[in-house]
C-alpha cells in the first residue's frame, strides 16, 4: 500500500557530504513523524533524526551539528544531509515514516535502504 525508496547513497572521503532522500508513494492519507536510521555491519540499527509534521526535528548526538534533516510534505519526501563525513558514519541508511492511510490504517513503514560508505 506504501512504498518508500530511498536514493542519494554512495561513496564519498572523509569531510564530504550526502544528501539523501526517501520518496513515499501509495495510498497516503497523511504522514506523520518522518525519520532516517542507519545499520553499520554487525551492529544493531540505531536511530539517526527525525521530523515531525510541523517541521520539529531531532538528532542523535553522534550527528548533532553535522546532519539535517528535512521534510517536503507536499511531495511526502524527506531528505538528510550529511555533512563532514566520517568513516564511522558508514552504514546503511533506512527512511521510516509513520504513514496513515487512506483506508485509515496507521503504521510504521521503512524504506530498502541506500548504502553510505565513508572512506579514502
Known amino acids: 500500500q506504501v512504498q518508500l525508496v530511498e536514493s542519494g547513497g554512495g561513496l564519498v572521503q572523509p569531510g564530504g557530504s550526502l544528501r539523501l532522500s526517501c520518496a513515499a508513494s501509495?495510498?497516503?492519507?497523511?504522514?506523520?513523524?518522518m525519520a532516517w536510521y542507519r545499520q553499520a555491519p554487525g551492529l544493531q540499527r540505531e536511530w539517526v533524526a527525525s521530523?515531525?509534521?510541523?517541521?520539529?526535528?531531532n538528532y542523535a548526538a553522534y550527528v548533532k551539528g553535522r546532519f539535517a534533516i528535512s521534510r517536503d510534505n507536499a511531495e511526502n519526501t524527506v531528505y538528510l544531509q550529511m555533512n563532514r563525513l566520517n568513516p564511522e558514519d558508514t552504514a546503511v541508511y533506512y527512511c521510516?515514516?509513520?504513514?496513515?492511510?487512506?483506508?485509515?490504517?496507521?503504521?510504521?513503514?521503512w524504506g530498502q535502504g541506500t548504502q553510505v560508505t565513508v572512506s579514502s
Open positions: 501509495g495510498s497516503i492519507s497523511s504522514i506523520y513523524f
Open positions: 521510516n515514516a509513520n504513514v496513515k492511510t487512506t483506508t485509515g490504517t496507521v503504521f510504521a513503514s
Open positions: 521530523v515531525s509534521s510541523d517541521g520539529s526535528t
